[in-house]
């Protein structure tokens, strides 16, 4: 058991997630979120900034900016990326922190979308390619090497970085350390790993059910295997919405988890599964000694890095 009581904090971002567009040009097995391309209306800037009205003051901070993906080669990708760009500078006009986590991205695409976000996110899932046989038969962005060079660019670019790892889609253990392994050779590379999210694929009402889900007992002993593996300074997250019997997430805790993720009204990833309260997440952690505290979606150890424009934002966002 850790005694100190800097080891006991567990850290969360109050957050949003505002959803450009459900279309999606994959179709992974176990998909809750996606729509066909053009069956999905884009989210307009006039309704973006009618709901992120209703937010200032609510403690709200960061802005989620999660897509559905657009092919690389459609003619709308262009378009596709101007709107998450408005929306990313909509949200910093009214005082939110973006994050924008919109699948693979050229270079050109990820150095632009560097203004207007403090930090930027995409799930490498697992590095085995033969689920592209499988869950990802249908998914051409999902390519390993395709998702490790997301994280290399975003290394290259200084861009503080959030990744993960999606368990039960069929995945052996040995996947799961190679994964974890890729993400902390890049890391090593570059410095730029924040938070590394330890994902358990829960079923869904919306999903095709080809993946066979995760039995959250095995979850501690990943975030254990995680913590051995990735160095102190990655933090490693997993979703409480996700885990619903309190001992599973405060083995969790001990195995070496600190952060919850962003928590807000919706996990657009999970719609069947509400993200807890804070109250209720208090209730649990706090007669086992821990303590939830706010953080902002850069961790501190990169807010020297940021622009001087987007430093600006940060203080008068309070951090
Ligand atoms: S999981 Fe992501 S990439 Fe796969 S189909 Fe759904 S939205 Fe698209």
Partial sequence: MLTDSASRLITYSPAYTLVPTYECFNRCGYCNFRKDPGKSPWLELSEAERILKTLIG??????????????????????????????????????????????????????????????????????????????????????????????????????????????????????????????????????????????????????????PGFDLGELPAVVAMAREILPEAVALQVPPNLIEEPEILLACLEAGCRDLGGIGPTDEVNPDYPHPQIERLTRILEPAGWELVERSPIYPQYYDGLSPRLRSHLLNAGY
């Fill in 58 to 211: 609510t403690g709200i901070r960061e802005i989620l900016i999660l897509s559905g993906e657009v092919h690389p080669n459609s003619e709308k990708r262009t378009d596709w990326g101007d709107r998450l760009y408005e929306l990313c500078e909509l949200a910093l006009s009214l005082g939110f922190l973006p994050h924008t986590n919109a699948g693979p991205l050229s270079f050109q695409e990820m150095a632009r979308l560097k203004t207007v976000n403090v930090s930027m996110g995409l799930m490498v899932e697992q590095v085995n390619p033969t689920l592209w046989e499988t869950v990802h038969r249908h998914a051409p962005s999902k390519v390993p090497s395709v998702r490790l060079q997301q994280l290399e660019w975003a290394g290259e670019l200084r861009i503080p970085f959030t990744t993960g790892l999606l368990l039960g889609i069929g995945e052996t253990p040995g996947d799961r350390q190679a994964t974890l392994e890729a993400i902390g050779q890049i890391h090593h590379r570059w410095g730029h790993i924040q938070e590394v999210i330890i994902q358990p694929y829960r079923p869904g009402t919306h999903q095709s059910g080809e993946a």
